[in-house]
Nanobody, 124 residues
Framework: QVQLVESGGGLVQAGGSLRLSCAASGRTLSTYGMGWFRQAPGKEREFVAAITWSGGSTSYADSVKGRFTISRDNAKNMMYLQMNSLKPEDTAVYYC?????????????????WGQGTQVTVSS
């Protein structure tokens, strides 16, 4: 019903910034709550940030709060993750996700749609 494609990952030095984008196709994102997750090798997929369908509410993992900003533009079927002050610990594959929950969802299971992931590598 919806396809998600992440972009914007890459290699940056610690302290640098990246903006990840998630482009949706198939249908508008206006009715979906969305989130960003990340997964490092050998680790569980972890919550990064989430945003309600309206963009009125956001939530962040403690590890990224104050450094990352999630946003969405439903008219463009896009979601973004602005990542500032990047740390080596942020290195992971980042995934965007969409689900039908109206509120904030901070675990992976309820999200029905996932992108392919984009690699973010932060060097020290």
């Amino acid at each position: 019903q919806v396809q998600l494609v992440e972009s914007g990952g890459g290699l940056v030095q610690a302290g640098g910034s990246l903006r990840l984008s998630c482009a949706a196709s198939g249908r508008t994102l206006s009715t979906y709550g969305m989130g960003w997750f990340r997964q490092a090798p050998g680790k569980e997929r972890e919550f990064v940030a989430a945003i309600t369908w309206s963009g009125g509410s956001t939530s962040y993992a403690d590890s990224v709060k104050g450094r990352f900003t999630i946003s969405r533009d439903n008219a463009k079927n896009m979601m973004y993750l602005q990542m500032n002050s990047l740390k080596p610990e942020d290195t992971a594959v980042y995934y965007c996700a969409a689900g039908l929950a109206r509120g904030i969802v901070v675990v992976a299971a309820p999200y029905a749609y996932w992108g392919q992931g984009t690699q973010v590598t932060v060097s020290s």
